[in-house]
């Protein structure tokens, strides 16, 4: 806990904290924001460089945004699919154009959600038999008990075992591996474009393209994750474009409602009609409000060319960041950024950057994961920068495994 979150009196609010422990205890409790800013209860100012976790491209209260939540609350909140309403075809042929076509969409909650959504699509259209997915250690797909297994993070699942049968690991960036891993039982093959919370890793034009034509010849479906990296964030609007390859499904969620819950799974029209009326189903997926919030949040992201900004604001922010001692490489696109530091713990780094009034995140023992908001100023930025500088100036050189 930092000096400054003691001094704000903060484990006051959490003694005997009504929450299940999943998390760990919050440092500060954040009341309020606008742009690129937070406030706390005590009124103290954060710049945002990580957008609750890439969620938050538009920034914080967002008036147009706001509007559109206060408009559909006063109109329309909830129906059930039972019934046709008026948005959540529009935000699908919307989400369809940015992926170039040719498919359909299922809404869901979260990313976890649009993810079991795409799973279960692939074992529909494998049919019986054909059921396996693979997917790539240091991968992150969700927390269900199904996405769980499709994270190739074996110490998230220990707790959790016996998991869903049907799901095999392999190699992140290893072609030969992906090849062999692929057999009579394999259904789709399901890989992000940037293991965001594996630590902010980009996969290769390579290995992606590689995939792909693996996929076609061996008849399984290449399910691309881009619940963290879709919708500008990387400077496309998929993660995926950067690298010309067309997925046969994609998910997304974070940035779609801008903090409104809204997660998409789409697939090509042909796979998407694996599924019938009764297959796969949720009360609240595409309900009125998540998606009159998502089509507002798409109007905004296409009008503010957010994938060009992300692009300009992402190489000046890493130039930059490269620039200054302590920070080895920067990876990542656009805005999705992790500096690497040299022999500096990254937690320590950031708990200096959170007492500075900057919210990062360690997202591995010596990086820092940067996901602000895609329409943040060159300003901003260049404070970020300084703010670096200065945290890393005050945090102790030390020898931090990775
Ligand atoms: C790539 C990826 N997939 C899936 C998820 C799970 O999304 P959610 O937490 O909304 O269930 C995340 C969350 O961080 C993610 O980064």
Redesign the pocket.
Same mark, same amino acid.
């Given at each position: 806990m930092s000096a400054h979150s003691k001094a704000m009196g903060a484990p006051a609010v959490l003694d005997h904290c009504p929450l299940m422990p999943t998390y760990g205890a919050p440092a500060i409790q954040l009341v309020r924001g606008e742009g690129s800013w937070l406030w706390d209860r005590d009124d103290r100012r954060y710049l945002d460089l990580i957008s609750g976790?890439a969620v938050t491209s538009l920034g914080h209260a967002h008036p147009e945004v706001a509007d559109a939540i206060a408009a559909q609350a006063r109109r329309l909140l909830h129906v059930s699919n039972l019934f046709g309403t008026e948005h959540n075809g529009p935000v699908a042929v919307t989400i369809d154009r940015l992926l170039g076509g040719g498919g359909q969409v299922f809404f869901a909650n979260?990313? &976890?959600?649009a993810?079991e959504c795409a799973l279960k699509l692939a074992r529909k259209f494998g049919g019986h038999g054909r059921h396996v997915v693979v997917s790539a250690y240091g991968s992150?797909?969700?927390?269900t008990l199904a996405?769980l297994h499709a994270t190739g993070q074996p110490a998230k699942h220990e707790a959790f075992q016996p998991l869903p049968e049907g799901f095999h690991h392999v190699a992140w960036q290893d072609t030969d591996a992906l090849a062999s891993a692929i057999g009579p039982s394999t259904a789709a093959v399901l890989l992000?474009v940037v293991q965001?919370?594996g630590g902010v890793q980009p996969a290769t034009t390579e290995y992606l393209q590689f995939a792909r034509q693996l996929c076609t010849e061996r008849n399984v479906l290449l399910m691309i994750?881009e619940?963290?990296t879709g919708l500008g964030r990387c400077g496309a609007w998929f993660a995926h474009q950067l690298h010309d390859i067309r997925p046969d499904v994609v998910t997304l &969620?974070?940035a779609l409602g801008n903090g409104m819950p809204i997660?998409a799974c789409w697939a090509r029209r042909e796979v998407a009609a694996a599924f019938e009326p009764g297959d796969h189903a949720t009360t609240f997926g595409g309900q009125p409000l998540a998606t009159a919030v998502a089509a507002a949040v798409l109007a905004i992201m296409e009008r503010e060319d957010v994938p060009a900004r992300a692009q300009r604001a992402g190489r000046r922010f890493s130039d930059a960041l490269l620039e200054l001692d302590g920070v080895s490489t920067v990876r990542g696109h656009g805005l999705l950024l992790a500096a690497e530091l040299d022999g500096y713990d990254a937690k320590a780094v950031a708990a200096a950057l959170l007492d500075a009034g900057v919210l990062v995140n360690a997202v591995t023992p010596t990086a820092l994961r940067f996901a602000p908001s895609l329409l943040i100023t060159d300003d901003e930025l260049d404070l970020a920068v300084v703010a670096v500088r200065d945290a890393i100036a005050l945090t102790p050189n030390v020898e931090v495994a990775s």
């Open positions: 976790l979260s990313g &976890a959600e993810n992150f797909h969700g927390r996405t992000e965001g919370e994750d619940v963290q &969620a974070k997660g």
